[in-house]
């Protein structure tokens, strides 16, 4: 924490329905004496939200769109977390003001597009000033990053054959925002050969020249150990945040390394059929969000930005990954990422709020530039999460 800003922590967006949950979370779990303000377009609702969470938090109202206060804004803290997407449409300005002002920034970008622009535009800024722009600090992809990259260190550090992560559980549901998020993107991809290019290029946010392994490989729909399982809807833009830790760090996890991501849907044809539904279901709402003609009879029925489950199915939310992981030598481990939490709401919230506290109060390496969790915070944020009921593990593959 630096006293020669006016804040330590800026949550933006604290009025939308994940940022409710990571102001909640912050009220809870902020060391005494933490300075931290909550911003948004409206001075009434962040009044409201303060007096339920019993806080005296400084309110900022700001605009995204008003480059002059976003700057004013990234200037007074030493940290922002936002929640404000998509954020091909309102992060671009908040993320090149704390690349400038050296401020870190957390968010919880999906976004393949606006995340490889703002290496592009930001990564530079950024290692001068000694900012840490982190994208990516909730559900997508922390389990991914974190997971992994535990597990490579558990197995040695040796450079990886393949790793396969395998969604075991997911109850919890699927936010407008999130939404939103897909179908800016596909909106950007449908008019932009570049975009399209980024969008399917699991080595799209790696620096420089590497070895450029076919994603179609083993990547998708199938059976095995006994399994049926799927594409995961996340798994190419999982993967390509985890391949940007593999180049920041190096190439530590070695350039052949094969990635994958899959949900695991059973045995037998109850499995089989699970296994077709994901994976037809998954590419229809793809598919019918890059055509403008499918996309507005699916913008009247899907779920609009700032809406979500009631409390009740957030409540019985809950996620647990597997990473399987085979190093070039030495025995294969895996790595159990899990929590008691809807992932997409509660689960995401304590993500956001645990990844803005490290980066304004821990030890962290010192690494600046557009990092990935991995990368920039890594066993200090798994032990945070493990704090909050998370369970982040490695052990022996049997």
């Not at 390394?257 to 590419?283: D, N």
Request: a neutral charge; glycine letters at 12%.
């Amino acid at each position: 924490m630096s006293n020669s800003r006016d804040h330590d922590i800026v949550l933006l967006g604290a009025t939308g329905f994940v940022g409710r949950f990571t102001a909640s979370h912050l009220a809870r779990s902020a060391p005494r004496g933490m300075r931290i303000a909550l911003a948004g377009r409206s001075t009434e609702r962040l009044r409201r939200l303060a007096e339920e969470l019993g806080i005296d938090w400084e309110l900022i109202e700001v605009d995204t769109s008003d480059d002059v206060a976003v700057t004013r804004l990234a200037e007074s803290a030493s940290v922002i977390a936002t929640t404000v997407g998509p954020y091909l449409r309102y992060g671009v300005a908040v993320a090149e003001a704390c690349a400038r002002a050296g401020t870190s920034y957390t968010d919880l970008s999906g976004e393949s597009v606006f995340v490889a622009r703002s290496i592009a535009g930001n990564h530079a800024a950024a290692a001068d000033t000694g900012a840490r722009l982190v994208h990516s600090c909730g559900f997508d992809s922390i389990p991914s990053d974190l997971g992994l990259g535990l597990a490579h260190a558990a197995a040695g550090g040796v450079p990886l054959v393949a790793a396969t992560l395998r969604v075991r559980s997911l109850r919890g549901g699927v936010s407008g925002g999130t939404i939103d998020s897909l179908r800016q993107q596909m909106i950007e991809a449908g008019s932009d050969a570049a975009a399209r290019r980024i969008v399917s290029d699991p080595y799209a946010l790696t620096p420089g020249p590497t070895v450029r392994l076919p994603w179609r490989a083993g990547s998708g729909w199938g059976k095995e150990q006994g399994r049926w399982q799927a594409p995961f809807v996340m798994g190419l833009y999982n993967q390509q945040i985890v391949q940007r830790s593999n180049a920041l760090s190096g190439w530590s996890y070695g350039q052949l390394l094969r990635y994958r991501e899959v949900v695991s849907t059973g045995r037998g044809p109850a499995g089989a059929i699970r296994a077709a539904a994901v994976t037809l279901g998954t590419g229809a709402l793809v598919g019918a969000l890059s055509l403008p003609p499918t996309r507005a009879l699916l913008d009247r029925v899907l779920p609009s930005p700032g809406d979500g489950p009631d409390q009740r199915a957030i409540a019985n939310g809950r996620f647990a990954v597997e990473i399987d992981v085979y190093p070039v030598e030495g025995e294969p481990v895996r790595a159990r990422v899990a929590a008691p939490y809807d992932p997409g709401y509660s689960g995401t919230g304590i993500m956001l709020a645990e990844a803005a506290l490290s980066l304004a109060s821990d030890d962290l390496p010192a690494r600046s530039g557009v990092l990935t969790p991995m990368v920039a915070m890594g066993e200090h944020l798994a032990s945070r999460l493990r704090t909050n009921g998370f369970t982040i593990d490695v052990s022996p593959l049997a």
